[in-house]
């Protein structure tokens, strides 16, 4: 017997089928999607040619992210509805990232519409059709193994929704808190030589502090639009100038945190709409918009760097007439970092999963520990592609490929971590923590190392002291007021 469910604003509840039949029937088409592909490889190589298996695994590969995307934000929706937790949101952010980062990219590979980047810095085919094949259907793989394992454990809280339940007002302080350290050490590195600041990023050591100093910004802006600025035009005003300060700083994750801010209100404002298609038409408008602008970014950051400095206005304006380019040339290339991992020798690179304790290495000061190890990203950058910075993008699956030794191992990781995000992030959508969850589940999943849990453990950190300072704040006024009526009070008796 089908459950009934309260309507929200007179709405009448969905109709969507069970849990069970629902998650049998996608594994059924999953499943015999992946067979026909494999069946398909290996009938090309036996054939002798393997010039059809890219295209097959492709085809898989946007279906699968179609299917798990519509399935996961149908369900994030009908269970909003019902005033439960929207679930699984995890894999409704996971699938379009996928579908952006990794399925449209490929495309152009897969028909030879472009050379991948990693090709033209080592001057070697690695988007082979076996190569593009396997990346394709192991990030397929790996996007249903993290949606089973979002839907196989239930959760042993239960909560009704929280997005309308107004903003914590405990944050309301430390949001502040944040705002302003951030803006005070954005103003504080204005002035320098863009040449050498770009060039030199990523490779300075002993700035920890003014670093976490600079991620306040972004994570105050982040929490001000994840509880609507407390209906405040200062906090927002603040808010549009940081994120200004942001561009200027040819950083852009951070747009990325901020982004991500947006999701729950998106979900609610979906749930709560009989006609979502203006809603919908947003979202889709400011994905393209955050396309563009981090292709702009690093087309006027790279112009600057290797002097031949473009303004950031016309940068902008060829990256929205192209932002499918824009996204293949920006730096994004989870795709050709995954394909250079492929084409590794398993004796290149000694990892397991202890790399992953390079998370807390990297925390310790260097005033105390000078000699850290380094993220392998950076290791194959600098050994075999020859960046002078930072690192190429292995993308999530090839980052536990070289951890955990094989493809499979890979996808029972990200099973794993299906499991551990919904217990983990699930409780509160739209809280601080889902945020900073979500947005380190992105940057891993497009970037792929340790690095990504650094960040994250980063933030968490920058919260954590962000909401003592407020409470410390809220104390010392809160005796400031009784020392002040006290002393009122004392003066009234002395007067009498």
Same mark, same amino acid.
């Given at each position: 017997?089908?459950?009934?469910?309260?309507?929200?604003?007179?709405?009448?509840?969905?109709?969507?089928?069970?849990?069970?039949?629902?998650?049998?029937?996608?594994?059924?088409?999953?499943?015999?999607?992946?067979?026909?592909?494999?069946?398909?490889?290996?009938?090309?190589?036996?054939?002798?040619?393997?010039?059809?298996?890219?295209?097959?695994?492709? =085809?898989?590969?946007?279906?699968?992210?179609?299917?798990?995307?519509?399935?996961?934000?149908?369900?994030?929706?009908?269970?909003?509805?019902?005033?439960?937790?929207?679930?699984?949101?995890?894999?409704?952010?996971?699938?379009?990232?996928?579908?952006?980062?990794?399925?449209?990219?490929?495309?152009?590979?897969?028909?030879?519409?472009?050379?991948?980047?990693? /090709?033209?810095?080592?001057?070697?085919?690695?988007?082979?059709?076996?190569?593009?094949?396997?990346?394709?259907?192991?990030?397929?793989?790996?996007?249903?193994?993290?949606?089973?394992? /979002?839907?196989?454990?239930?959760?042993?809280?239960?909560?009704?929704?929280?997005?309308?339940?107004?903003?914590?007002?405990?944050?309301?302080?430390?949001?502040?808190?944040?705002?302003?350290?951030?803006?005070?050490?954005?103003?504080?590195?204005?002035?320098?030589?863009?040449?050498? /600041?770009?060039?030199?990023?990523?490779?300075?050591?002993?700035?920890?502090?003014?670093?976490?100093?600079?991620?306040?910004?972004?994570?105050?802006?982040?929490?001000?639009?994840?509880?609507?600025?407390?209906?405040?035009?200062?906090?927002?005003?603040?808010?549009?100038?940081?994120?200004?300060?942001?561009?200027?700083?040819?950083?852009?994750?951070?747009? =990325?945190?901020?982004?991500?801010?947006?999701?729950?209100?998106?979900?609610?404002?979906?749930?709560?709409?009989?006609?979502?298609?203006?809603?919908?038409?947003?979202?889709?408008?400011?994905?393209?918009?955050?396309?563009?602008?981090?292709?702009?970014?690093?087309?006027?950051?790279?112009?600057?760097?290797?002097?031949?400095?473009?303004?950031?206005?016309?940068?902008?304006?060829?990256?929205?007439?192209?932002?499918?380019?824009?996204?293949?040339?920006?730096?994004?290339?989870?795709?050709?970092?995954?394909?250079?991992?492929?084409?590794?020798?398993?004796?290149?690179?000694?990892?397991?999963?202890?790399?992953?304790?390079?998370?807390?290495?990297?925390?310790?000061?260097?005033?105390?520990?000078?000699?850290?190890?380094?993220?392998?990203?950076?290791?194959?950058?600098?050994? =075999?592609?020859?960046?002078?910075?930072?690192?190429?993008?292995?993308?999530?699956?090839?980052?536990?490929?070289?951890?955990?030794?094989?493809?499979?191992?890979?996808?029972?990781?990200?099973?794993?971590?299906?499991?551990?995000?919904?217990?983990?992030?699930?409780?509160?959508?739209?809280?601080?923590?889902?945020?900073?969850?979500?947005?380190?589940?992105?940057?891993?999943?497009?970037?792929?190392?340790?690095?990504?849990?650094?960040?994250?453990?980063?933030?968490?950190?920058?919260?954590?002291?962000?909401?003592?300072?407020?409470?410390?704040?809220?104390?010392?006024?809160?005796?400031?007021?009784?020392?002040?009526?006290?002393?009122?009070?004392?003066? /009234?008796?002395?007067?009498?």
């Amino acid at each position: 017997m089908r459950p009934r469910f309260r309507p929200i604003d007179g709405q009448s509840a969905p109709s969507v089928l069970p849990l069970q039949r629902q998650t049998a029937l996608a594994l059924l088409l999953i499943i015999s999607a992946v067979l026909v592909g494999m069946a398909f490889l290996a009938w090309s190589l036996m054939d002798g040619t393997a010039s059809g298996a890219p295209v097959s695994a492709w =085809l898989i590969n946007l279906a699968t992210t179609v299917f798990v995307a519509s399935s996961a934000w149908n369900q994030c929706l009908a269970s909003s509805r019902r005033g439960l937790q929207p679930s699984p949101i995890g894999s409704a952010v996971f699938a379009p990232l996928v579908l952006m980062t990794v399925t449209f990219p490929a495309a152009s590979l897969v028909w030879r519409a472009r050379t991948a980047n990693v /090709e033209k810095l080592t001057r070697t085919e690695l988007a082979t059709p076996e190569a593009l094949t396997f990346a394709l259907l192991l990030f397929s793989a790996s996007l249903i193994a993290f949606w089973c394992g /979002e839907r196989v454990l239930k959760p042993r809280w239960s909560s009704p929704v929280t997005l309308s339940s107004g903003a914590p007002p405990r944050w309301r302080g430390a949001q502040l808190i944040l705002i302003f350290i951030g803006l005070a050490s954005s103003i504080s590195q204005l002035g320098g030589d863009r040449t050498v /600041e770009f060039s030199e990023r990523g490779t300075q050591e002993g700035q920890g502090l003014l670093v976490l100093a600079w991620w306040c910004l972004p994570l105050g802006i982040a929490i001000g639009f994840l509880f609507s600025h407390w209906d405040s035009k200062f906090r927002i005003v603040l808010s549009l100038i940081g994120i200004a300060m942001i561009v200027n700083s040819g950083v852009r994750s951070p747009l =990325l945190l901020i982004a991500i801010a947006f999701i729950p209100r998106l979900v609610s404002t979906i749930a709560r709409s009989r006609r979502p298609f203006r809603t919908w038409t947003a979202a889709i408008m400011g994905s393209y918009l955050l396309v563009a602008v981090g292709g702009a970014i690093s087309v006027w950051r790279g112009s600057i760097r290797y002097g031949n400095p473009v303004t950031f206005g016309a940068a902008l304006y060829n990256a929205c007439l192209d932002p499918l380019k824009a996204l293949t040339s920006s730096g994004i290339d989870t795709v050709d970092g995954l394909l250079l991992v492929y084409s590794l020798p398993t004796n290149i690179i000694d990892a397991n999963l202890t790399d992953l304790f390079k998370v807390v290495q990297t925390a310790i000061p260097s005033q105390f520990y000078p000699n850290k190890p380094e993220f392998i990203s950076n290791i194959i950058s600098h050994e =075999l592609l020859g960046y002078g910075a930072a690192g190429m993008f292995m993308s999530g699956p090839g980052y536990l490929i070289m951890i955990g030794g094989s493809w499979l191992a890979a996808i029972v990781i990200f099973f794993l971590g299906g499991i551990i995000f919904r217990q983990l992030a699930g409780r509160r959508v739209g809280g601080v923590a889902w945020l900073i969850l979500t947005y380190t589940l992105i940057r891993f999943v497009m970037g792929g190392d340790a690095f990504d849990f650094y960040q994250g453990l980063t933030l968490v950190c920058i919260s954590v002291t962000s909401l003592f300072a407020a409470k410390c704040a809220r104390l010392v006024s809160a005796r400031l007021r009784r020392a002040d009526l006290k002393a009122g009070e004392r003066m /009234e008796f002395s007067l009498d």
